[in-house]
């Protein structure tokens, strides 16, 4: 379904007459550029056929599951930015709600080449699974433009955030749609968002969106928030599966905002982590790297590779590297079938988003290798979202001490509370958390009603 030319005369008009949609589920409707038809592995349809499996695991009638798969809201808008050679170019933007039945939608909003509304669709899903999972009052909502932001400059990155930003305000702040960092976008790129709206609105709005600099109203801990729910689900897996954190092999695919705090956060317990890849490629030091002199060599030279004293290896080979846990912390759609059957860790924990596909996933299991998903192992930036706009709503800002004691309780209940529904259900953790983020949906959606 695609409805009128992106971004026409869509700004400021009433709510009625933004794009929405209302796919059956399972189809493919969501506007979709021409290009992720290509691809084999469509996030959407994957994401919506989870949802439909683990409605039918609830005994939910089809009515609610369709109800629950539905997109509440897209919105596709056109970026146009002056660059600095006095060229227009258009680029493409998204903001898509998925579901607002348990609180404002909440989500990341990515700059990345690739981005496309059926990998928005289902991020927005996702978002909305995780943060039932987390228990948190949100709903699920994900942005994204299309663009390669290496390739602007600091102006043109400023002038395309502050466009896209005004192209969305209508649907977003505090109590409808609060956006976030996610893929190549930085407490920078949360700043000039938040200035946009707050000089469209004529007042500060804080609240508008999370992952901003401290002196603006972001939150002590937001930052590194991910990787260390992401370390407190890897403790908790290895604790129900009786392993030992020091005699752990660790490979990480990504060193970006979650994989780079992941290695000093996996060596403070005594894990090693053995392997490393970026865009640039990977690399194995067997006896474990050391996270001080990575950070040292990355600064200098932009990538891990050519960190002293490591071999290089082909970038889709890392995760044959021979080791305990692999945590995938960079793109989706990565652990496909292929990589999943020559995957030499016997733990997989899902730092990245959406990073397996389903026969990815289908082989991972036939292995019995028990994979942490995204939606548990990832929560941890979302949940610190949720603290910074509950100060930022109150005016009241906390102690560090207080937001990170409340960060690891929110983690390990949540842990805890997947992991007994997984045994009593007897389906993966994927599934199991798919379901019980799915029966909160439903919850709220059942004693909300139907309007009219
Ligand atoms: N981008 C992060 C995620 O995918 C954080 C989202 C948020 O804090 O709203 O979970």
């Known amino acids: 379904m695609y409805i009128g030319r992106p971004g026409s005369a869509l700004l400021w008009l009433e709510e009625a007459t933004w794009l929405s949609l209302k796919p059956k589920a399972g189809d493919n409707v969501v506007t979709r550029p021409e290009e992720s038809l290509d691809h084999e592995f469509n996030p959407w349809l994957h994401v919506s056929s989870l949802i439909e499996k683990a409605g039918h695991l609830l005994g939910l009638n089809e009515g609610m599951i369709k109800r629950i798969i539905t997109p509440e809201r897209s919105l596709e808008v056109a970026v146009p930015v002056r660059m600095d050679s006095g060229d227009v170019e258009m680029f493409t933007g998204w903001r898509i709600q998925h579901d607002t039945s348990r609180g404002p939608g909440k989500g990341g909003i990515r700059f990345h080449p690739s981005v496309n509304a059926d990998e928005i669709a289902a991020l927005s899903a996702d978002m909305s699974i995780k943060c039932a999972v987390v228990n948190i009052p949100y709903g699920g909502a994900k942005g994204g433009v299309r663009v390669d932001p290496t390739a602007l400059s600091r102006q043109e990155l400023e002038r395309l955030t502050r466009r896209y930003a005004f192209s969305i305000a209508p649907v977003i702040g505090p109590d409808r749609d609060i956006p976030a960092p996610d893929i190549n976008t930085d407490t ?265």
């Open 188 to 452: 920078q790129v949360m700043s000039w968002i938040m200035d946009t709206v707050s000089m469209l609105r004529g007042h500060n709005t804080p609240g508008v969106v999370t992952g901003k600099p401290l002196s603006i109203g972001g939150t002590t801990g937001h930052a590194g928030a991910t990787s260390l729910g992401v370390t407190i689900c890897i403790s908790a897996i290895l604790q129900r599966l009786g392993r030992l954190e020091n005699e752990q092999h660790v490979v990480i695919q990504g060193y970006g905002k979650v994989g780079a705090p992941l290695v000093k956060l996996l060596s403070d317990r005594g894990m090693k982590v053995v392997g490393i890849a970026d865009v640039r490629g990977a690399i194995h030091v067997p006896a474990g790297i050391n996270h001080i002199t990575l950070a040292e060599h990355y600064a200098e030279a932009g990538t891990v590779v050519g960190y002293p004293g490591s071999d290089n290896v082909p970038s889709d080979m890392l995760f044959t590297i021979k080791s305990d846990i692999a945590i995938p912390a960079a793109l989706g759609g990565v652990i496909t079938a292929e990589i999943a059957e020559t995957m030499e860790a016997s733990v997989m924990v899902e730092a990245a988003n959406g990073p397996t596909t389903g026969e990815g996933a289908e082989v991972l299991a036939s292995r019995n290798i028990p994979v942490v998903p995204d939606v548990l192992a990832n929560a941890g930036g979302v949940v610190a979202s949720y603290f910074e706009w509950a100060q930022d709503l109150q005016g009241f800002m906390w102690e560090s001490e207080l937001f990170q004691q409340r960060l690891e309780k929110t983690m390990h209940e949540s842990f805890d509370h997947i992991w007994t529904r997984h045994n009593q259900l007897d389906v993966t953790m994927r599934e199991t958390a798919i379901a019980v983020g799915v029966e909160r949906i439903a919850e709220a959606t059942e004693i909300r009603g139907l309007f009219p």
